[in-house]
């Protein structure tokens, strides 16, 4: 497998890759005590299954339908998301009012999606308390040929100004390999102290951007002594992670477009991030 990230390739060889632990045994029957300990013990939770894969599919078929015709491969079903190489002229630059994803997470399929009470549920056991997820949910769209991917980074150094007590729920939408664009998870490293970290600050692709840690995941592997986990994820499962685990994506380099969610979710007695209280746009800021 030939991987990169932001374009920046990282050998898939045993030095620099695990795989991500799954937790199905822990939802049936469902053991809470269980969950908040693996994902205490880990960082993450590898939920494989725990949605209905039509339903999820059903939400790629209704994004990709938005699309102008051109996008998709011709011949091919929205659901698929097969790109066809080319994004017609007419889309609006990814993410902003006017473009689908913009237009996608402010719609009523997508409300009913993320608010499937599966979801709200599970975080409500993981925090021990009733769960509120926050508004800004963020559909993220990557296909083959840009070499884009999110960098090395955690959570909360986006979302410093509210409770440091956020589950992140990260939901492929498709059949998500690591070639197909997929996160992947920095072992053990929610444990790791930022100071450890810091100095992968000072490599960047991005130099006016202090949040993220690096755009180059062998070299973060390395410095930091741990591998990245991954898995090929499938529609239908649900990853879970904490604030503080280091998480970056890999570059799609499959005809299949890579499509997710993120949502995150604090106790509904906690004080949220204000720059999370909007729908998501690529070009809020946050
Ligand atoms: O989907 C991605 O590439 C990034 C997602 C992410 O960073 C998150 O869910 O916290």
Redesign the pocket.
């Known amino acids: 497998m030939n991987l990169t990230s932001n374009g920046v390739p990282i050998p898939f060889t045993p030095e620099l890759f695990g795989r991500l632990r799954p937790s199905a045994d822990l939802l049936a029957p469902r053991d809470p005590d269980a969950l908040r300990e693996r994902l205490d013990a880990d960082g993450y939770l590898y939920l494989p299954g725990l949605l209905d894969r039509a339903e999820v599919l059903r939400l790629r078929g209704e994004y990709f339908s938005l699309f102008p015709p051109g996008l998709l491969a011709a011949g091919s079903r929205p659901e698929d998301g097969v790109f066809s190489g080319r994004v017609p002229a007419e889309v609006p630059e990814y993410g902003v009012a006017g473009h689908p994803a913009y237009t996608f997470v402010r719609s009523a399929p997508f409300d009913d999606f993320v608010g499937n009470p599966v979801l709200a549920e599970l975080a409500a056991q993981l925090l021990g308390f009733k769960a509120e997820m926050l508004p800004r949910r963020?559909l993220?769209h990557f296909h083959r040929g840009t070499l884009r991917?999110?960098r090395a980074?955690v959570?909360l150094d986006y979302m410093d100004e509210g409770s440091p007590r956020v589950v992140?729920l990260?939901i492929p939408v498709g059949d998500c390999p690591p070639q197909t664009?997929a996160?992947v998870y920095l072992e053990g490293s929610h444990r790791l102290a930022p100071e450890e970290y810091a100095p992968l600050r000072d490599v960047t692709d991005r130099p006016g951007d202090r949040r993220q840690i690096c755009h180059d995941l062998a070299l973060t592997a390395r410095t930091l002594g741990r591998r990245w986990l991954c898995a090929d994820f499938a529609a239908g499962d649900v990853m879970v992670?904490l604030p503080r685990t280091i998480?970056a994506?890999l570059d799609t380099t499959t005809d299949a477009m890579r499509l997710?969610v993120?949502a995150r979710f604090i106790r509904s007695d906690d004080t949220p991030d204000p720059r999370w209280l909007k729908p998501w746009s690529a070009d809020d800021g946050a």
């Open positions: 963020i993220r991917a999110s980074h959570d992140t990260w664009g996160l992670h998480h994506s997710s993120d």
